[in-house]
């Protein structure tokens, strides 16, 4: 079992950068990959970026390409997610989540554990 608390999210306006932290507890975290989603009201869950279980391989979103890095530092047990650039319609509840499958993917059915979510306001 994995759980997953999410920080880092906040006020920020269009153009400025932030850093979101995934941090987990569970001793099979450092065995799953991690990704990154994000929820606007009324919108479907959209895919930002995933991260492998040894860091070697990840994977963004069309959107958010050259603009976003994930991380992962297994000492902390913690992935986090750094955003440029950030754009007002980028207002969102950001989610982690572990699968305990190793490997990447871009849909969220594919992740077991979720965590609740840190809000992330752009103003214009």
């Known amino acids: 079992q994995v759980q997953l608390v999410e920080s880092g999210g906040g006020l920020v306006q269009a153009g400025g950068s932030l850093r979101l932290s995934c941090a987990a507890s569970g001793r099979t975290f450092s065995s799953c990959a991690v990704g990154w989603f994000r929820q606007a009201p009324g919108a479907e869950r959209e895919f930002i970026a995933t991260?492998?279980?040894?860091?070697?391989?990840?994977s963004y979103g069309d959107s958010v390409k050259g603009r976003a890095t994930i991380s992962r530092d297994d000492a902390k047990n913690t992935v986090y997610l750094q955003m440029n650039s950030l754009k007002y319609e980028e207002t969102a509840v950001y989610y982690c989540?572990?699968?305990?499958?190793?490997?990447?993917?871009?849909?969220?059915?594919?992740?077991?554990?979720w965590g609740q979510g840190t809000q992330v306001t752009v103003s214009s």
């Open positions: 991260i492998s279980r040894s860091g070697e391989n990840t």
């Open positions: 989540a572990a699968r305990e499958a190793g490997s990447i993917a871009t849909l969220p059915q594919r992740y077991d554990y």
